[in-house]
Each structure stands twice: as C-alpha cells, then as structure tokens.
C-alpha cells in the first residue's frame, strides 16, 4: 500500500466521487447482511461495509458508501467485463473537482433488486480498494440499519417500515434531516460545544472531519500534527488534528471527542463551506450501538450510546 506521507501521522483515505467524503482504509472490519434472498454480504478487511454484488452477472465486492453521489467501478473490473464507455463526468475531489471517464453497468444486482444503466465513473483499484462501491444513486432506494456492535448493516426497501429487530424505545428517530445536493442526509440536530452544526453520514470514512468554519466557531486550537489526505483523483491535502469540549447528536452526549480539520472540496460542493459543519465518520459512528438511514424516509434514527468504546488506532498502520 502507498506509504506517502510528511507528517506524523498519515491516513490514507480516498477523496469524494461527485460529492462524497473522504474515505479511510483503516478500522474494524464490517460485515453487512441484507434481506432474505438478496445477494450475500461480505467483511471488508479494510474497514468498510462492502456487499457481493452482480455485475452483468459477474460477482464483486463493493464498499458501501452513504457519502458517494454515484455508484463507481474500479477501471480493471470495467476492462475484464467489457463495459461500454460513458461520458466524461466531473469529480469532486478532496481539493477540487476534475473530470475522470465513466462506463455504464447494463446490469447491477444489489440487496435483491436489479439496476440498469448506471454511469459509474472509473477509478485505479489502489484507489477504491474495493472492485467498486456502491453509492447514493443506488443506495437512496434502501434503508440501512448499522448493527455497529455486531458489525454488520440490514438493507431493506426505505419505506417498508421500521425493523423489528431494534426496540423503537432505544432509537432516536430524527425529523431535523434535509437533503443534500447529492441526496446526503444532512442532520440538523448536531450541537458541537453548544453551537448548531449541519452534518452528513459517511460510512466510507473512517474518521470525522470538521471544516475550517467548525474550527472558528469552537475557538479551538489544533495539536500538534498535521495527516496528509489522499484522494482518488490523485489530489492531497493536510488535515490537523483536533478536538471539541463537547459533541451532542439528537440530544445524546458524546463529551469531548477527537476530530479532524480541513478544508474539504466536499464541504463546498455541499454548500457547507460557510457556515460550521462536520463529517460523520466512523470513529464517530461507532460510538452508538446502531445508526439507521432510511433515505426514502429522509429520517435517521441513532440508537444508545455505547458504554465503552475505544477507537481504530490512527498511529503506527500499514
């Protein structure tokens, strides 16, 4: 794996396609099931929710991606099946936006149904670490309940009704979702040391970012380390490390809590970049025991903060 870095510590992570957040390569493993009779799910050693998918018939795994706009494809998988070529389509990276090719998918199987006709933008391997992932123009169809103590997410139609599986009583359902420029999520009952902030699940990112007006608000100055990002596009950008006094999501106390900074092209392809937000990423995700996104719905529902929680290391990986 890519070992470029200039700081004292570096993660690698992949940039936005078409408006997604940056992505990390390291954390817990993930295992995602769906529902009876769809295709199985499978870990992803990397640290990201990934499904079995069908690919014109052809099995591959695709990472999950809530902060993706569009389902991409790595460029060895689009040669080996023959993919007819798409347009050219413009990325927003990690530092700004670029155009890159595109190919269509005449055939996707995901969580028992069948999409046709995907513009999937191409991306080296090295960079999705994946053979694809599966983004917001396909998973918008789909509610995914994140199982995050046993590891693993449910995918159901959105709209056919709450889970069983998790007691109404230990979620908070959120009304205070808008939707995104690219059909995120955006919460807006996220409170960081008092002060209102708008935020947006990624489940391809391991660690949470908050943009430079997040930075101002809080008056906090960062520690003494800078982390190089690494986007798919080839761009790179350094972000400092941080932390907040206080962080509460739909009213439940995360207390202080470590986060990145930077100036993310995602963070302005979103309309975020002037005014305080942040990006949820894993290491914050895994504080609750389940998160749940119906986007059918626009509703998102957290459950119970876990008593004990220690997150992925961010020092000393390969």
Do not use: C
Request: net charge positive.
């Amino acid at each position: 794996m890519d070992q470029r870095g200039a700081g004292p510590a570096t993660i690698h992570r992949r940039s936005v396609v078409a408006g997604l957040a940056a992505a990390g390569l390291f954390a817990p493993a993930v295992v995602a099931q769906t529902e009876p009779g769809a295709e199985g799910l499978s870990v992803n050693s990397l640290t990201r929710m990934a499904a079995n998918v069908r690919v014109n018939g052809r099995r591959a795994v695709f990472v999950l991606d809530t902060g993706a706009e569009r389902t991409a494809i790595s460029a060895d998988l689009a040669q080996s099946l023959e993919l007819p070529a798409g347009p050219e389509m413009i990325v927003h990276g990690v530092t700004a936006a670029r155009a890159v090719p595109s190919v269509i998918l005449p055939r996707l199987l995901f969580g028992g149904r069948s999409f046709s006709g995907i513009v999937a933008p191409v991306f080296d391997r090295s960079s999705l670490a994946a053979d694809g992932l599966v983004g917001l123009d396909v998973l918008s169809r789909f509610r995914l309940e994140m199982d995050l103590v046993r590891r693993r997410v449910l995918i159901h139609s959105s709209g056919d009704g709450v889970s069983t599986i998790v007691p109404s009583t230990r979620l908070v359902i959120s009304d205070r979702v808008r939707s995104g420029r690219f059909g995120q999520l955006i919460l807006l009952n996220v409170l960081v040391q008092g002060r209102v902030v708008e935020a947006f699940v990624d489940s391809g990112a391991q660690y949470s970012i908050g943009n430079p007006a997040l930075l101002a608000a809080v008056n906090r100055s960062t520690e003494a380390g800078l982390i190089d990002v690494f986007g798919v596009t080839g761009q790179t950008l350094r972000a400092r490390l941080g932390r907040v006094d206080d962080l509460r999501i739909d009213g439940k106390d995360l207390g202080a809590t470590p986060l990145l900074f930077a100036d993310l092209h995602a963070f302005e392809a979103l309309g975020l970049n002037d005014r305080p937000a942040i990006l949820l990423g894993a290491d914050i995700l895994y504080r609750f025991q389940r998160v749940t996104l119906d986007y059918g719905r626009g509703r998102v529902a957290f459950g119970r903060v876990r008593p004990a929680f220690a997150p992925p290391p961010a020092r000393g990986q390969a």
